[in-house]
């Protein structure tokens, strides 16, 4: 198989309400326009009721499965803190990755049964190296004036291990797939996420 | 142009280019965005949420035999419900093309059971489609409609949620307007009346019928052949093939997309031209088992495939490599984790209405829905989930078993739209049969679980056209019940009041939620009810005694920190309310017995 038709496995991670959703319908958008092939499945049965939310998201010259194999994994793109490490095992060798550092609470953790995971950044590092990135997206996106543009801030530094992929096919998408009132917004956001990287 | 879409939408955007008139469903994960994207998409289609997945089909049915193309759609367990009118429709044949989508939830991801309906294609006599992704979907619902009205039968079209919840590309094409004429004929009563006297020549027809799809499978491109190593060929359909295609594109496939009846010439083809056949596919043995009992030698199925829960490449890479399959390293172990299940939002008014049928040692039957998460710990009450609607023909069982003893005890609970599609009947027999079961309809104005789909009692349609909306409590009239009482479920003390007083008394009694809408629902404002935006905990009064955890609220959490109340009661750690969450519902502030909790400015 040629280099250029392996397929790339992008796996995201968060809780529901964060809008990983749309940070991986914004991929898909960018990724076709750039000539892929491009698959993506997600479990949101019950996202809306605070359980985690995941997107297995892959793109190539012509791509089977709709999931990822586990282990498989190129880049992890993670929303919140627990639920990057939910699938540290997913992630191959040499795989790439980011953090965003949000902390949200599980029950068995509200209720005081359990303690949050603590060196969730330690734990990448001791096995990824340099090729973990941590990003405060909330914090960015605060400073935008704008909490909700958190999922748009980490598709924008996420978008730094895609130099081939022009950036105006990110602008595109986010506006095929926002309001146009939220246009201005998250193309900033977009673009503060970029240079967090 | 080339478009990403969703399984369901590619199903959607195949059946109006089939020229499909008419679409009725009743949601149920995965397959819920189907008749949403109808509506929202595709004006020339008529689209409704029918009350159960029983009567979207006979609604189907009835267009497609008035000559339109006509769909239904529905979850695996909706299929059940829907079967009765299924079995039939295969005798009667349709007019018009009708689909029948029906999806599977293999590893129950969002459901109450497990089940493979690749059986009732085989059990009812008709042909089934399977999809293996968007693409697919798109052209096998566009082809579904061609067969069902060359063979004159309903076609079931299976998806599972891995191709019902995943995007892909799809090469899309114009809506072409079915040319049959529309009309009825009162002259095809035999065809339609199924009194023995027609069934027996109708029974006939079945069997020729399937024997001409036999056929019409070996000659279709839905199957299709790829020949390549030929020491090892692999037989599988949908999600499967895709799996086995990815981790061994190296073999040869027969890839099923027409799932029944099966191609028998291209099966024994296949045999011929590879030298082993190993068969892979989700769930049941149901190619497996058609295809040993033609005789032919299997060299792998479910001897190594997993006849449960959803299959994946790894779980198809392993089984197929044995000893030499090499698992990822394990780096942290996931079951070390806390997990992070889903939850009833903060201030959802499920969460007082169980916080007082626990306080009250109901059992509580309960039924499918949101609030089928009060089962989960903390809150754990809630003790029965079977399907639509048992809840209140169990209770009404169990007090004819135990009797007078039963009084007080027992409880059945259901929401609205669950109410609306089997709830009823229950009910009823509670009314005719001297029941003395008691039967609460959470009402949140809205199917919730889904992801807020109307129905017959939300005063909407599938458009957001203003409709009629069920009256509840003149149902319960309707059918006999003589106490009808309302509660509003943030108050828990009178919810307990009222509660204990129905299941005390020795007759029927429905018990309706009032103004309690589902907390994601904005039209109906659910915030405006509760006086106070925000509570916090006072410092100097918490005593750390985890009372409010109970409720399992999202918004409190427990801090450890060791120290005291101000009048020197000693504490080991506090709870805090994140007013992030908070909604000001009142519900932790009936529940601490210290005051604790007040009101606090956002």
């Not at chain 1, 250029?4 to 991670?13: A, G, M, P, R």
């Not at chain 1, 939910?86 to 949000?102: E, L, S």
């Not at chain 1, 068995?108 to 950044?121: A, D």
């Not at chain 2, 889903?342 to 039957?365: M, T």
Request: aromatic share 8%; hydrophobic share 40%; charged share 25%.
């Amino acid at each position: 198989m040629k280099k250029d038709e392996k397929t790339t496995n992008i796996f995201l991670s968060g809780v529901g309400g964060q809008g990983a959703i749309l940070a991986s319908n914004i991929l898909g958008e960018v990724f076709i326009r750039a000539g892929y092939d491009v698959k993506k499945a997600e479990v949101h049965g019950m996202a809306q009721r605070g359980g985690d939310v995941t997107t297995h998201f892959r793109f190539g010259k012509k791509v089977y499965s709709p999931i990822i194999k586990y282990g498989d994994v190129d880049y992890l793109l993670s929303f919140e803190l627990l639920e990057a490490l939910r699938y540290v095992n997913w992630v191959k060798p040499d795989g790439k990755i980011v953090i965003n550092t949000q902390e949200i609470l599980p029950p068995s953790v509200s209720l005081g049964q359990m303690e949050y995971p603590k060196g969730v950044e330690a734990t990448f590092k001791k096995y990824f190296k340099e090729n973990v990135h941590v990003i405060d997206g909330l914090g960015i996106a605060k400073e935008l004036g704008n909490l909700q543009a958190q999922n748009v801030v980490l598709v924008g530094a996420f978008s730094n291990f895609f130099p081939k992929i022009k950036e105006a096919y990110f602008i595109d998408a986010i506006k095929k797939l926002l309001a146009p009132k939220l246009h201005d917004l998250n193309i900033k956001a977009f673009q503060a996420g970029k240079q967090a990287l | 142009m080339k478009e990403i879409m969703q399984g369901n939408a590619a199903i959607a955007r195949g059946a109006w280019e089939a020229g499909v008139k008419v679409a009725a469903a009743y949601p149920g994960t995965p397959s819920s965005e189907i008749l949403k994207d109808v509506a929202d998409n595709y004006p020339e289609i008529y689209a409704e949420w029918s009350p159960n997945e029983m009567v979207a089909v006979q609604v189907a049915s009835g267009a497609a035999i008035a000559g339109a193309r006509a769909m239904a759609s529905m979850k695996h367990v909706g299929m059940n419900v829907a079967s009765d009118a299924l079995m039939t429709l295969a005798y009667t044949g349709i007019k018009g093309g009708l689909m029948i989508v029906v999806a599977d939830d293999p590893n129950v991801h969002s459901s109450q059971n497990e089940q493979d309906s690749r059986n009732w294609a085989r059990f009812g006599k008709v042909p089934m489609l399977e999809p293996g992704d968007a693409q697919e979907c798109y052209e096998f619902a566009k082809a579904s409609f061609d067969i069902s009205e060359k063979f004159d039968t309903p076609v079931l079209l299976r998806t599972v949620t891995r191709i019902a919840h995943a995007d892909s590309l799809v090469q899309t094409g114009k809506r072409v307007e079915s040319k049959m004429p529309l009309g009825l004929d009162p002259k095809e009563a035999t065809k339609y009346v199924m009194v023995p006297a027609n069934v027996r020549p109708r029974r006939k027809i079945i069997e020729e019928r399937m024997r001409k799809l036999e056929a019409f499978a070996d000659k279709t491109k839905l199957n299709k052949m790829e020949i390549n190593n030929k020491s090892v060929g692999i037989i599988a359909s949908g999600a499967a093939y895709m799996y086995a295609k990815e981790v061994f594109p190296e073999y040869s496939f027969l890839k099923l997309g027409m799932v029944w009846p099966l191609p028998k010439k291209m099966i024994a083809d296949f045999f011929k031209q590879v030298k082993k056949v190993m068969i892979i596919e989700e769930l049941d043995p149901f190619f497996e088992t058609e295809i040993r009992a033609m005789g032919y030698k299997v060299f792998h199925g479910k001897d190594i495939i997993p006849n449960m829960y959803e299959l994946s490449p790894e779980i198809v890479e392993q089984a197929i490599k044995g000893k030499a399959y090499k698992a990822p390293k394990i780096r942290v172990k996931p079951e070390d984790l806390p997990r992070r299940p889903p939850n009833l939002c903060a201030g959802c008014s499920h969460r007082p209405l169980f916080y007082a049928l626990k306080k009250l040692g109901a059992f509580v039957f309960g039924d499918i829905g949101c609030y089928t998460l009060a089962v989960a710990p903390p809150i754990s009450a809630l003790h029965t989930t079977i399907c639509m609607g048992a809840g209140g023909g169990m209770v009404h069982g169990a007090m004819k078993a135990m009797g007078k003893e039963a009084l007080g005890k027992m409880v059945a609970v259901l929401g609205d739209s669950t109410f609306l599609h089997s709830g009823i009947a229950p009910l009823m027999n509670a009314g005719y049969n001297k029941g003395n079961s008691t039967t609460i309809v959470l009402d949140n104005r809205i199917t919730s679980m889904t992801g807020h789909q109307e129905h017959a009692g939300t005063g909407f349609t599938v458009r957001g056209e203003p409709a009629n909306q069920v009256d509840y409590a003149e149902i319960g009239k309707a059918v006999g019940i003589k106490n009808i009482r309302y509660i509003d479920p943030y108050n828990i003390k009178e919810t307990m009041e009222i509660v204990k007083e129905e299941i005390n008394r020795d007759e029927a009694s429905l018990i309706l939620c009032k103004d309690s809408p589902c907390m994601l629902l904005r039209r109906a404002k659910p915030l405006e009810k509760f006086k106070t935006p925000l509570f916090a905990i006072n410092m100097d009064k918490c005593r750390g005694c985890k009372m409010c955890l109970e409720i399992n609220c999202p918004a409190i959490s427990w801090r450890e920190a060791a120290g005291q109340t101000k009048d020197g009661q000693k504490r080991k750690g506090t709870v805090y309310i994140n007013p992030d969450q908070c909604v000001g519902c009142e519900v932790c502030v009936q529940v601490c017995k210290f005051d604790a909790i007040e009101p606090a400015k956002k």
